[in-house]
């Protein structure tokens, strides 16, 4: 193995190292943020005694935390 193709190799693997990611507080306001609308989703999907509405209401809040959570946030907070 010569030193260019050393050197290639080593540029290539470097260019595949993911970012430092995000500061504490902003992961730890994110992820608490999620938390809360996903168990604030919940709590409403179980006053569907109260009306019918509210389940899916409820379910749409569970599924956008769940979305953010999964999707957006890999996405783009890199």
């Known amino acids: ?7 290639a190799t ?7 190292v993911t970012s430092e990611g995000n500061s504490l507080v902003s992961s730890v ?6 938390f809360v609308l ?3 989703g ?4 179980s006053l569907y005694t109260v009306g019918w509405y509210l ?7 569970c599924l956008v935390s769940l ?3 999964f999707t957006a ?3 783009y907070m890199v």
């Open 1 to 7: 193995m010569t030193t260019e193709q050393h050197t």
């Open 10 to 16: 080593a540029s290539t693997r470097e260019s595949h």
């Open 29 to 34: 306001a994110l992820t608490t943020i999620l």
């Open 38 to 40: 996903f168990v604030a």
């Open 42 to 45: 919940l709590y409403v999907m």
């Open 55 to 61: 389940f899916l209401v409820g379910l749409a809040m």
């Open 67 to 69: 979305f953010i959570t």
């Open 73 to 75: 946030i890999p996405k």
